[in-house]
């Protein structure tokens, strides 16, 4: 054989090598991949593959975040606009205004002097029970201004004692608003001729029991009433009927009872049997009267509204002389309150 043929067969056998071997390695690296499926490297691998779409996903993840995150304030915006309506209702404590004979009182009391003759009362002496019955207001309502705190009962007068009185002149009238839901209650007074009102002050109030079937939702009705006259004060030892048993009664209606009297607006219930009284009275284990506080701010009664013993005392005092109507509502902003909100300073 001749030395170009051994090159040529060589250069063949070379290349022909070469190309086995890269066979057997192309054929290995396979048999690598699938043998390694689960292997950690490999493993690896797949989840580095993974990685980008599980980026894409925290992406959406953080979109979506984002998304709750933009509905949270809006929610948070929602509470602090309720909260707002609830700031901006009316408040105040200006009752003792009404007491007060300086010159910070309220301009529908006016402050007289007593004088045991006067011209209504001819051949006796006048008593404050002339005075209440002449201008109007309860013979309480002038003993707190004439005792110059919330004692209702002493009504001791001498020559040149001063108190106060509704104004004569005035055609002074009230109202109360209660907000069911809030279980709150605001005290007006209502100037008729000059079409003005004045918020006294706000009190807590006990409601009854919630009642799905009743239209108010609560034992409570909606509506606008008028108080009557046919008022009770009640002490310890003090008896009556009450469902037809007979009983302490300041155990059922506290010290106070103001009747509701006729139904005039959008009445749910009629008024009979309804009222605003004082918080029950019950036995402490000393076996002592105590008034139950615990009833005032809740829907436990009923159907009446339950005060605290020295707020139910303050509004007897006050509109017992005067016509009075109780407004009920779901809301504040619901109520039709009379004449003008005229602010005191």
Not at 58 to 85: F, G, H
């Amino acid at each position: 054989m001749s030395t170009s043929k051994i090159v040529t067969v060589g250069v063949v056998a070379l290349f022909g090598v070469i190309a086995t071997l890269g066979f057997f390695k192309k054929n290995q690296k396979k048999a690598d991949v699938v043998f390694d499926t689960k292997d950690n490297k490999i493993q690896e691998i797949v989840i580095d593959k993974k990685i980008e779409p599980a980026q894409e996903e925290k992406k959406v993840i953080k979109i979506t975040a984002l998304k709750n995150e933009s509905k949270k304030p809006i929610k948070k915006a929602d509470t602090k606009v309720a909260l707002k309506e609830d700031e901006n209702l009316p408040e105040a404590n200006i009752i003792d205004r009404l007491f007060v004979t300086d010159s910070s009182k309220l301009p529908i009391v006016e402050t007289v002097t007593y004088t045991s003759r006067v011209p209504w009362i001819q051949g006796r002496q006048a008593w404050i029970a002339d005075y209440a019955s002449h201008f109007s207001t309860t013979r309480h309502f002038i003993a707190r201004s004439l005792n110059k705190k919330t004692d209702y009962f002493t009504q001791k007068v001498s020559q040149g004692d001063r108190f106060n009185v509704l104004r004569e002149d005035k055609n002074i009238k009230f109202h109360l608003l209660i907000d069911i839901n809030r279980s709150k209650l605001w005290f007006y007074s209502f100037d008729e001729d000059a079409n003005e009102r004045i918020l006294l002050k706000t009190y807590k109030v006990g409601l009854g029991r919630k009642e799905s079937k009743r239209e108010s939702g609560s034992l409570t009705p909606k509506g606008k009433y008028t108080l009557g006259s046919k008022v009770a004060i009640y002490k310890p030892n003090t008896m009556g009927y009450f469902q037809d048993n007979k009983i302490e009664m300041i155990k059922i209606f506290g010290t106070r009872w103001i009747p509701f009297d006729k139904e005039v607006e959008n009445c749910t219930e009629p008024a009979k049997g309804l009222g605003i009284h004082g918080a029950p009275f019950v036995e402490s284990a000393n076996s002592e009267l105590v008034e139950d506080r615990s009833r005032v701010g809740k829907f436990g009664s009923d159907g009446c509204i339950r005060l605290f013993s020295e707020d139910i005392e303050e509004i007897f005092s006050i509109v017992i002389s005067r016509p009075t109507t109780i407004e009920l509502v779901d809301d504040f902003h619901d109520a039709k309150l009379p004449g003008v909100e005229k602010i005191i300073k």
